[in-house]
């Protein structure tokens, strides 16, 4: 499977949208303070700032998560999981797996969907977020300085031991918690 932008149908798009409009005050004001996307009142210039404030404190080495492959391999299970936390109404959550679901057509021909979560409709950007605020979490508890916008995630740190070292605990800990990463680096 490859990473893709679906095109949802009108009312997949309307349904979609209702859904992100009752969840998003559900689950955004716990997000992390580091998490910049698709966010109300948080945009990418906030992210830029943050990352400026910790390149000047001495963090001048960068550990760089490449999480756009991650989407990809999204277990169902764990997606839900996580949606379920604060999501009670079994008639929502069925409707949410069902979305996630959903069949892709290539070349008139359907294949049904059992990994990953679809691009490109109005519920996806909340989902990757509640599904990436379990690693902001453990960022957070590990005490690293860091700000994730969607799929692109930074950690500041002091030196190229450290981020090296970092890069693989945070590796291990998304392959382990909630999917497989396909490229990370330090520079």
Known sequence: MHYETTVPTVTDRLIQQALNQVLQPLFDPEFSSSSYGFRPGRNAHQAVEAARKYVESGKRWVVDLDLEK?????????LMARVARKVGDERVLKLIRRYLE???????????RTEGTPQGGPLSPLLSNILLDDLDRELERR??????????CNIY?????????IMQAVTAFLEQRLQR?????VV
């Open 143 to 152: 005490g690293l300085s860091f700000c994730r916008y969607a799929d692109d």
């Open 70 to 78: 991650f989407f990809d391999r999204v277990n169902h299970d764990v």
């Open 102 to 112: 959903a069949g892709l057509m290539e070349g008139g021909v359907t294949s049904k």
């Open 181 to 185: 990463l396909r490229k990370n680096s």
């Open 157 to 165: 740190v002091g030196s190229k031991r450290s981020g090296e070292r």
